[in-house]
């Protein structure tokens, strides 16, 4: 059959043209509604607090009040007797069931981190660390048992500022570690000393990035059965990882993995909080274990914000040498993150400082880098993979710099950008740092960002609004993110999470379709693009479409979700399984008509003449045949019509995504408020699969970087409490402040894959807080103020402007 070359939506570059990966493209690239968008807004959605289980407990923990504590005795009399109360746990008791965990990975050399347990034993080492479970019969009972627990605790000394965690005298939190260093890396490459002694213009400046948390609409949940007849382990978990779950619980409680089923239902948001193995998560397991009964844990809002991760917790020294006709020579950069008393098991909490080192610089040719990394314990929250995972931080270091450097030579900064970025036509190529990439598109991207914020007139009207004491500022950024992850993020570092994916497509009887896949829907709308995929790549009508997901006892066995891999992973998984389903379905019925199967094809739910177009047998009629009237097919034929296949990256480390950004604001010099006027983002994330839902993605992630680049920021004092663990006092970015934003995008297809798809979701959470602050610095450029740290909030841009002290 004629295959046509897509046609792409108005807006979409793609140079060359991008062949359809299907027969008969309808759906791959359409612009469609997320699938089930319908029962989720009819509250018909499933979440963990709306499963009840006969017999089912109640867990709440009591958590440290302070930073860190010595445990010297626990009074549960008075809480045991309270109604409803099933059992008061201690540290103790859960370790008798549960082993400690050490987090680190073996390819970061040299990190280290303490054994840690499901509950406190013996210290609690941040405010918010559970120390001791109530399990009644109700939520309300175990509350109230809670407030009736006398715990007796001494404090002891804090590290609570990551810059007096390396100090001599400063207390070790783990004194059998020798120091309160979690890991250290030093990457030297090129001549650095030289080109910045020979540089015509050095500009350094130190950056700082206040902590900040995922505020999920769902709070971390589970329930957690153990059944004790089966010896069977069933988890109900609001995660992203089903089956690194799986592997949890089986190797943490000495259990056969077959005999833990993790079950992910809907999922109120992730953002990354919930791709980490919690404390929590194994004592609800225990208590279930120790019960013989279902146990539920749902995080309330107040104890999330001290006990859900926190993330981009940094300060980097950077600077830049380039010379005055804009060439950039070098980077050097220094960072300093505070990440806990713990690294954060499996994942590990070292990992986004070294995605800073690895990415600094990323989008640009020079080829002489400097950094020095330290990751430092500290007695507060625990730190870990976020959204972006370490991208916003090196993305605002990289481009904040790149701004200093036009603004000291008078350079324009796309301008700058332009001379710099790696040519489309130079790949694959390799960054300063190492990192492998295969095909980018910043010279496009940036062209097509010119054009769509009309930038020569929107300078033109910056200079004319500066004439009338309006001070506006136009903020860029290009960005880099790595997605569809291979072995070396995990494997070589011994955390068992799966770089592949699997999917399983299977016609039912009556010619529907059934997709079973490994990567769940967390809300960005991969149930969406995987029946897109699925009705392409097989022949059928999307409503003929059916797709499950979160069930380590049905779905084959993969990563989840994380890394933006669910188009790029899960989704290729997806259309090689249903093209070999489409293979077997033509096998089929070229039996059922007595024809050669080269001359068939399948088309929109039939099976047709493939030179004619004929429709020759409905799928309906295959689905009967194969399934019901085996005794009519020829002895030693049995119909296929169920498939499993795997992916797995293989050919990078990672694809990498790119895209440049751009940020338009006003600054109030009287008053430090920022008023966001527009936001613009061109993206390439290789093959789009549905413009709306990457659009949206993109805006949601651009979103989420605007909140930490204005708003966001989890705020303690000296004794290592956290003063605005509210939603009245933490600000996250609300609909009302937001810009318009605009998407655009370019296609360069990876060639690692069929699909082609690169990954999508974390891009606008990268670019956003660069762009934001070059735009704020540029508006604060005639008073020569600049700020540097994140969140920018009106008083640190009255410091700028010396307005106050």
């Known amino acids: 059959m004629k295959r046509d070359v897509v046609n792409l939506e108005p807006g979409v570059e793609s140079t060359p043209p991008i062949a359809p990966v299907t027969e008969d493209p309808r759906y791959i690239g359409a612009r469609l509604p997320r699938h089930g968008i319908e029962r989720l807004t009819q509250g018909q959605g499933q979440y963990v607090d709306d ?3 006969p017999r089912l407990a109640h867990v709440v923990y009591w958590r440290s009040p302070v930073a860190h504590m010595r445990i010297k005795g626990i009074d549960d009399r008075i809480a045991r007797s309270m109604p409803g109360v099933l059992m008061v746990a201690t540290g103790q008791d859960l370790a008798k069931v549960c082993k400690p965990w050490v987090a680190v990975l073996g390819h970061l050399t040299g990190m280290k981190s303490a054994p840690q347990y499901p509950l406190a034993v013996e210290r609690a080492c941040w405010q918010g660390e559970p120390v001791v479970a109530v399990v009644a019969e109700t939520r309300a009972q175990a509350e109230d048992a809670l407030q009736h627990l006398v715990v007796d605790w001494e404090e002891l000394p804090l590290t609570v500022e990551m810059e007096r965690a390396l100090a001599p005298d400063e207390p070790v939190i783990h004194p059998e570690l020798g120091d309160n260093v979690c890991f250290s890396r030093r990457l030297d490459v090129g001549e650095v000393d030289r080109v910045f002694a020979e540089a015509d213009v050095v500009a350094e400046t130190t950056f700082e990035f206040g902590r900040h948390t995922g505020v999920t609409l769902e709070p971390r949940s589970q329930i957690a059965h153990w059944q004790p007849a089966e010896q069977r382990l069933t988890v109900y978990h609001s995660c ?16 056969p993995a077959h005999a833990v089923r993790v079950i992910c239902k809907d999922v109120g948001g992730s953002f990354g909080v919930k791709v980490h193995a919690y404390p929590d998560d194994f004592a609800t397991v225990a208590l279930s274990m120790l019960l013989g009964r279902p146990v539920k844990f749902v995080a309330d809002r107040l104890e999330s914000f001290t006990s859900d991760i926190h993330a981009r917790h940094h300060r980097v020294k950077g600077r830049i040498a380039v010379n005055r006709d804009g060439e950039i020579l070098g980077f050097e950069i220094d960072d300093l993150t505070g990440i806990g008393p713990y690294s954060m098991f499996p994942r590990t909490s070292a990992i986004e400082g070294n995605q800073v080192v690895n990415l600094v610089g990323g989008p640009y040719r020079h080829q002489h880098y400097r950094a020095q990394l330290h990751v430092v314990f500290q007695n507060k929250t625990p730190t870990c993979q976020y959204r972006g995972v370490g991208h916003p931080i090196a993305c605002a270091v990289t481009e904040g710099l790149v701004d200093l450097a036009a603004q000291r030579i008078g350079m324009d900064p796309l301008e700058i950008r332009a001379r710099n970025v790696i040519p489309d036509d130079a790949y694959p190529a390799t960054g300063a740092s190492g990192i492998k990439l295969e095909v980018l598109s910043h010279e496009a991207c940036l062209r097509k960002l010119r054009e769509m914020m009309n930038y020569d007139a929107l300078r033109a009207e910056q200079a004319a609004l500066r004439k009338q004491g309006i001070w506006r500022g136009i903020g860029l950024a290009t960005v880099i993110e790595l997605t569809n992850p291979s072995a070396a993020f995990y494997g070589i570092g011994g955390a068992r999470i799966a770089s592949q994916d699997g999917a399983t497509v299977r016609l039912n009887p009556e010619g529907h379709v059934t997709v079973l896949v490994g990567v769940g829907e967390q809300g960005q709308g991969t149930e969406a693009i995987y029946r897109q995929i699925a009705a392409d790549a097989v022949g059928v009508d999307i409503d003929q479409v059916r797709v499950i997901t979160g069930d380590t006892d049905v779905t084959p066995y993969g990563g989840g979700t994380w890394a933006s891999r669910g188009a790029g992973i899960g989704g290729e998984a997806v259309l090689l399984a249903g093209q070999a389903l489409r293979g077997n379905i033509l096998k089929t019925a070229a039996v059922i008509l007595n024809r050669e199967a080269g001359q068939l094809g399948l088309h929109r739910g039939q099976v047709v003449d493939a030179v004619t177009g004929e429709a020759l047998l409905p799928l309906s009629e295959v689905g009967r045949i194969a399934y019901f009237r085996t005794d009519t097919l020829p002895q030693g034929f049995t119909p296929e019509l169920m498939v499993t296949r795997h ?12 895209g440049v950004q751009a940020s338009y604001v006003e600054v109030d010099p009287d008053t430090g408020f920022v008023t966001l006027l527009k936001h613009w983002a061109v993206e390439d994330c290789g093959r789009v699969l549905n413009p709306m839902l990457v659009d949206e993605q993109m805006r949601g992630a651009i979103v989420q970087g605007i909140g930490g680049a204005l708003y966001e920021e989890c705020l ?24 318009d934003i605009e998407v655009a995008h370019v296609m360069t297809p990876t060639r690692s894959s069929r699909l082609g798809a690169k990954g999508a979701g974390e891009a606008g959470t990268a670019g956003a807080p660069a762009a934001v602050m070059n735009a704020i610095n540029d508006a604060l450029a005639p008073f ?3 700020v540097h740290s994140q969140p920018i909030t009106p008083e640190k841009i009255l410091r700028a402007l010396g307005k106050v002290k």
Not at 240 to 255: E, I, K, T
């Open 51 to 53: 499963i009840e289980l």
């Open 240 to 255: 992203q990882a089903p089956h690194m779950m799986q592997d949890l619980y089986a190797r943490q409680f000495d259990l």
């Open 647 to 658: 992916y797995a990256q293989r050919d990078y480390p990672f694809i990498f995504t790119n």
């Open 716 to 739: 303690y004092d000296e004794q290592g409490q956290m003063l605005n663990a509210n939603m009245a006092d933490y600000l996250v970015p609300m609909a009302a402040e937001m810009p």
């Open 784 to 786: 020569g103020a600049h």
